[in-house]
């Protein structure tokens, strides 16, 4: 469905180019549901973005169906394929028009199936009143979920999803989930969070990114389980659980930098990390430590 290999890309101004993402790999099957963790300002949204085509690439490629979604002649096709619900989605509604007109503007000739918006609508917990409502009349985390709706009953053929829990609470995540795992029948789904408890929940292939790097990439179950790098074990230690309920997060910082991009807050640090760490792959299980496994018997 969806192969990023080797791709490289940041943002270009004036003052020149910065380069953020370094070296991605994804792949996106049909039906799948990937998702991609890390804190904010790892490069999760600027990967986001330049599938979308909306950021320079330096190095790499993004083939869909085995054709460079760059080429001149799959790019507009490709375009129509691709929907991105971004972090700030409820800021696209159009204040004068009602929810319902807007909904109809997805559609040509402006019908659309109502079994579609029932069963979306449901998901969301949203009533069939918003429908007639503008936007201002409606709270942020009601326009976030209409807008979620919109993106879910168009079917595309790839959806990516920019932090779409924000600002929802506990019953709507819930129900948000629900959907996806309804949706991913005919939509491949990237699901983009800070936030690890939905992702570990619905997706089932998770990519966990730092300083626009790809650490750890594997089956939910594996990287939960028994993840390969000190990162990755920190993102999922701490998820709520009776466990970990009095946990307390203890920072570290190791006072200096080296190719390995979690060098300054690992514990687990020698110095095999001040030399360039490869990306390997055991099996089905990627991930980037030159000292796993002997860090997990630290």
């Known amino acids: 469905m969806l192969q990023i290999s080797n791709l490289s890309s940041g943002y270009g ?34 990967l986001l973005r330049t599938i979308m085509g909306e950021l320079y690439r330096s190095d790499g490629d993004i083939l869909h169906n085995g054709k460079s979604i ?19 989605s409820l800021n696209i509604l159009k204040p004068k028009y009602s929810v319902e007109f807007q909904l109809k503007k997805l559609y040509k000739g402006g019908k659309y199936l109502r079994e579609d918006v029932d069963w979306a609508f449901m998901h969301l917990n949203l ?40 600002g929802l609470d506990s019953s709507s995540i819930l129900g948000f989930l629900n959907l ?11 699901f983009v969070s800070s936030d690890v408890v939905p992702v570990f929940q619905v ?33 999922v230690r701490y998820v709520p659980s ?31 990390c001040r030399t360039i760490i490869p990306y390997k792959k055991n099996g089905d299980h990627g991930y980037r430590c030159i000292r796993y496994p002997e860090w997990t018997h630290d």
């Not at 979920?145 to 990516?160: D, G, N, S, T």
């Not at 730092?210 to 939960?224: A, H, R, S, T, V």
């Open 242 to 272: 009776m466990e970990n309920r009095n946990l307390k997060y203890n920072p570290t910082d190791n006072g200096e930098d080296s190719e390995c991009v979690f060098f300054r807050n690992c514990d687990h640090i020698s110095d095999q």
């Open 127 to 166: 009533s069939q009143d918003v429908l007639e409502k503008l936007p201002a009349q409606l709270s942020d985390g009601t326009r976030h979920r209409v807008v979620l709706a919109m993106a879910a009953i168009m079917k595309p053929e790839i959806l990516l999803l920019d932090e779409p829990t924000t």
């Open 180 to 190: 996806l795992r309804d949706l991913s029948k005919s939509t491949s789904i990237i």
């Open 203 to 235: 997706c089932h292939r998770i990519y966990v990114m730092k300083n626009g790097m790809l650490l750890e990439d594997g089956n939910w179950e594996n990287l939960i389980n028994r993840p390969y790098h000190p990162y990755t074990m920190d993102l």
């Open 70 to 88: 760059f080429s001149r002649e799959l790019y507009s096709e490709f375009k129509s394929k691709r929907i991105l619900v971004r972090q700030d």
């Open 13 to 46: 101004d004036k003052s020149g180019y910065t380069e953020v993402l370094k070296n991605f790999d994804l792949l996106l099957e049909d039906g799948e549901i990937a998702g991609i963790v890390g804190e904010s300002g790892s490069g999760k949204t600027t």
